[in-house]
T-cell receptor
């Protein structure tokens, strides 16, 4: 049984700060890692994906992957109130193309 | 143009009824999915359909059945609805095939309420 774990939060950060969201996974064969953002009452939308160890940056977002420790994180720099949402970590690979989602971390960015 | 669309957006019905939710994608993707998101926001895969191959999450009751008339459509039929079926149901599509960058594109969701 593949498991993807996230702290449900809420994680509360002040505007302008760095928000750090973490995700761990159980299947060592996992190959691809995705971060989705879901606003309340809306559908999940992709922020970014990563599949190589290290950092991947896209604007204010940085995904970090450490396969040896089986964790992936998302950093949001200069957090804005509009970043307030639930962030879902998803993992696939290891023989299946169907992703396994974590329960999501609720992020609140307060002015 | 909406990439992945679902109808209806809201569905309120009585226990024991049979209902369907429709999903269409215009992305040319090979794979479509149905997810259930419960009140605690946990997004759980129900079905995946790829080139006539149906993969079923074994925990899904057989009251739920997917129907795919063609590659662009994957509808969800639910028989004998129960209170516990109340949730938001998301349709999604992806290029499929196990690509390392296989991104899910989600529809807007259908909020099902069983009374």
């Amino acid at each position: 049984q593949k498991e993807v774990e996230q702290n449900s939060g809420p994680l509360s950060v002040p505007e302008g700060a760095i928000a750090s969201l973490n995700c761990t996974y159980s299947d060592r064969g996992s190959q691809s890692f995705f971060w989705y953002r879901q606003y309340s009452g809306k559908s999940p939308e992709l922020i970014m994906f990563i599949y190589s160890n290290g950092d991947k940056e896209d604007g204010r977002f940085t995904a970090q992957l450490n396969k040896a420790s089986q964790y992936v994180s998302l950093l949001i720099r200069d957090s804005q109130p509009s970043d307030s949402a639930t962030y879902l970590c998803a993992v696939n690979g290891g023989g299946s193309y169907i992703p396994t989602f974590g329960r999501g971390t609720s992020l609140i960015v307060h002015p | 143009d909406t990439a992945v669309s679902q109808t209806p957006k809201y569905l309120v019905t009585q226990m024991g009824n049979d209902k369907s939710i429709k999903c269409e994608q215009n992305l040319g993707h090979d794979t479509m999915y149905w997810y259930k998101q419960d009140s605690k926001k946990f997004l759980k895969i129900m079905f995946s359909y790829n080139n006539k191959e149906l993969i079923i999450n074994e925990t899904v009751p057989n009251r739920f059945s997917p129907k795919s008339p063609d590659k662009a459509h994957l509808n969800l039929h639910i028989n004998s609805l129960e209170l516990g079926d109340s949730a938001v149901y998301f349709c999604a599509s992806s290029q499929g095939g196990g690509s390392g960058t296989d991104t899910q594109y989600f529809g807007p969701g259908t909020r099902l309420t069983v009374l």
